[in-house]
């Protein structure tokens, strides 16, 4: 199970820390990631980290911006944005992979329920 938390409403600029707290399975076995979902539009992976956290990926809207971290003692993974730009509004989703670290969202199999993240101009 994927939980997350963490987002809001935010102004133009400013700067959100999302969490995600999975349970159920051994956590550090997994990949996780960041996706995200403009309404009537297709889920983007914006982050993603390895199972050990050596190796992350970021898509690159969001390069130099937001920043995805995991405490595998813990079983929690973060997304820290900053800057945050009206382009940014989406409901952020959680994702886990068994041990490899993919690129798109669609190759996740296990999700949370989301969380809205909307920034103001």
């Known amino acids: 199970q994927l939980v997350e938390s963490g987002g809001g409403l935010v102004q133009g600029g400013g700067s959100l820390r999302l969490s995600c707290a999975a349970s159920g399975a051994t956590f550090s076995r997994y990949a996780m990631a960041w996706v995200r979902q403009i309404a009537g539009r297709e889920r983007v992976l914006v982050a993603a980290i390895s199972a050990d956290g050596r190796n992350t990926f970021y898509e690159d809207s969001v390069k130099g911006r937001f920043t995805i971290s995991r405490d595998n003692a813990n079983d929690t993974v973060y997304l820290q944005m900053n800057n945050l730009s009206p382009e940014d509004t989406a409901e952020y989703y959680c994702?886990?992979?068994?041990?490899?670290?993919?690129?798109?969202?669609?190759?996740?199999?296990?999700w949370g329920q989301g969380t809205q993240v909307a920034v103001s101009s």
């Open positions: 994702a886990a992979n068994y041990w490899s670290m993919m690129r798109t969202a669609q190759a996740y199999d296990y």
